[in-house]
């Protein structure tokens, strides 16, 4: 059973800035470093969206539209974690936002595998 675990969200003003986390405590460095891994979000009524990927060797990046320039995902194999800079929020940041394990390089939410129970970021203006 993979052990994700988010932390770092909270309730902030526009034009903040936060950084998420996403520790696995399920796998050593070794294995944990072949997946890609995701950070996803969903807002109160809305379906489950994605924000941003990188893949194993954390140098291939992706960003959804939405928080392309503002976002930064980075990992570190040697502390089986991923994190998720996140500037210059807005109100439509806010949302539950939860970290996934793929071995696959895909945005499709059903393509990840294990998943945290998410971390709630709150943007007010």
């Known amino acids: 059973q993979v052990q994700l675990t988010e932390s770092g969200g909270e309730s902030v003003q526009a034009g903040d800035s936060l950084r998420l986390s996403c520790t696995d405590s399920e796998h050593p460095e070794h294995s944990y470093s072949t997946f890609d891994m995701g950070w996803f979000r969903q807002a109160p009524g809305k379906e489950r969206e994605f924000v941003a990927r990188i893949g194993a060797d954390a140098e291939n990046t992706y960003y959804a539209d939405s928080v392309k320039g503002r976002f930064i995902i980075s990992r570190d194999n040697a502390k089986t974690a991923v994190y998720l800079q996140m500037n210059n929020l807005t109100p439509d940041d806010t949302a539950v936002y939860y970290c996934?394990?793929?071995?696959?390089?895909?945005?499709?939410?059903?393509?990840?595998?294990?998943w945290g129970p998410g971390t709630q970021v709150t943007v007010s203006s």
């Open positions: 996934a394990q793929s071995n696959m390089w895909s945005n499709r939410a059903s393509d990840y595998l294990s």
